[in-house]
């Protein structure tokens, strides 16, 4: 065989067996895009997902787009903390998170000084989730809804005879 025709034959199937394996990659990809674990964490904010029911936590948390743990977390509180602590907790991230105010223009001849880090993304974390603890307390200071006024007399005659009306 001559030299020439074996260097095609090897590039024809490395090229054929790079083929097979993109192809099943592709497939594999497409297969992993589509499957969704039964408990795991999909798109959406873990707890929003699981806030189903109509308590006004669940409302709180649909609408925040964050669980009162997870602003906990963000703000380094505990259950028992109270309320000043929120603010105190609050102004300090906040503060550390802000854009430091511009620097004065450094002498001629004199390397100006790097900025100090700052996140924007952090900083609005921490406004999200002080709106979250400030919703969750102005809900429980609201008195709770109250019950359905009972049923008039009239009603509850047509329902006892089977919900037809008397004549």
Known sequence: MSSPKVIVQIAVAGAQ???????AAGRQAVQNAKHRPEGGISGDVAGVQNATSGSITDKLTRDHRMTLDEARLILNLKKE?????VLQHYEHLFKANSPPPAPPK??????A????AYSHYVQSKVVRARERIDAELKAAEQPPASPPPPASP???SSTQSGG???S
């Open 154 to 156: 009239a009603d509850a």
């Open 113 to 116: 000084t790097p900025p100090l």
């Open 106 to 111: 450094p002498a001629p001849g004199t390397r």
């Open 81 to 85: 903390d109270p309320a000043e602590s």
């Open 164 to 166: 037809k009306p008397s």
């Open 17 to 23: 067996i790079l083929g097979k394996a993109f192809l």
